[in-house]
């Protein structure tokens, strides 16, 4: 266990958990290459399908799933099927061929690009502390090559609930055997990983862009506000940096 001084005191971690998508690597154009190696394949093997759905139709596609099923909401592979069904089934396509389509999809959405420093800050990191990945999307690690940092990966679908669901975050806790008063999470998003983290007893790190100011209390919940994250990065590198220097 390692003191460091968080939020003004002297606070001992035992165990940090990371957010992946925008917080290692950036998601947004990993995503839309990943549609467009996928609109590729429908040009090649399925061309009634590319010309229904071009990538912005089959987009609005997913997101209307998403919506009409609440009840997946925190399961992206799930919904993603869903809307590949739809678009495909009919017209002519198999569930082989569904698929096969999802396939190339999540073999693309892989081709991440880390932020700079990310690989050596998490070298750095997990050489002190116990890291458990915990995310709401369906990053692989062992495709993206970074799961030899990680003593465990906790994901939304595995789990059955998405953050800021506090349930997740003291399963991350678990999973590393450490309290969450001893953790500490790391993530950008400022609900999702800062609240979710707070609520459920941890210390939290954001990390986001220097001009993006906190703007006042994110939640009150029960008898806590939360005003803020008890640390704040641009990114990894530079957090790890405060951290361990």
């Not at 953050?163 to 950008?188: E, T, V, Y």
């Not at 209390?217 to 990114?235: I, K, M, Q, S, Y």
């Amino acid at each position: 266990m390692k003191t460091l001084t968080i939020g003004g005191r002297k606070r001992q971690i035992a165990a940090i958990s990371l957010d992946l998508d925008d917080t290692l690597w950036p998601i947004a154009p990993t995503i839309e290459r990943a549609e467009a190696r996928l609109h590729a394949w429908f040009e090649s093997y399925f061309p009634d399908v590319a010309t229904t759905y071009p990538v912005t139709a089959m987009r609005a596609l997913r997101e209307r799933i998403w919506l009409e099923n609440p009840a997946l909401q925190h399961d992206f592979t799930a919904t993603r099927l869903l809307s590949l069904r739809d678009a495909m089934l009919p017209l002519g396509a198999l569930e082989a061929d569904v698929q096969t389509a999802f396939g190339v999809f999540f073999d693309a959405r892989h081709d991440v690009t880390l932020f700079p420093g990310t690989r050596e800050a998490l070298q750095r990191l997990a050489a002190r502390w116990p890291l458990v990945a915990l995310t709401n999307g369906n990053a692989d690690l062992n495709r993206i090559g970074l799961a030899q940092y990680f003593h465990a990966r906790i994901d939304a679908r595995s789990f059955g609930a998405a953050k800021p669901d506090r349930g997740i975050f003291l399963a991350a806790c678990n999973a590393a055997q450490a309290k969450p008063q001893h953790s500490l999470h790391i993530g950008d998003h400022p609900h999702q990983d800062v609240f979710g983290a707070m609520n459920a007893g941890m210390h939290a790190a954001w990390i986001t862009d220097p001009s993006n100011a906190w703007r006042g209390p994110l939640l009150t919940h029960a008898d806590h506000v939360f005003e803020g994250p008890h640390l704040r990065a641009a990114n990894l590198s530079e957090l790890c940096a405060s951290l361990l220097d």
